[in-house]
């Protein structure tokens, strides 16, 4: 027979975590379509669309740039040198003041 694997089992917590997760999802969509459909009669004008067009453009532009940022500077080392001994358990003497 073939042994899981305990690092691909879902605990208790995990699937509660998750079945909260999805019920906001569900929650968000269902709301999110209730408010669309809810105003039919309402007109955008030209200006209300060019504004709705540039602030999901800069949005998109915005989250990009930052997250090409960030793996840059992780690819580059930029991040190594920060903290490198952030993973040892080595404690200071408690006799040093700093």
Not at 27 to 54: K, P
Request: hydrophobic share 50%; glycine share 8%.
């Amino acid at each position: 027979m073939r042994e899981q694997n305990p690092s691909r089992t879902i605990n208790f917590g995990q699937a509660i975590v998750l079945i909260v997760l999805f019920a906001m999802l569900l929650f968000a969509i269902v709301w999110s379509m209730m408010a669309w459909t809810s105003a039919e009669d309402a007109e955008m004008s030209i200006h209300g669309w060019i504004a709705l067009a540039l602030g999901t453009v800069f949005s998109l532009v915005i989250g990009c740039g930052l997250m090409a940022l960030m793996f840059y500077s992780n690819r580059s080392g930029y991040d190594d040198t920060a903290n490198t001994d952030w993973r040892s358990e080595k404690k200071p003497p408690d006799d040093e003041v700093g």
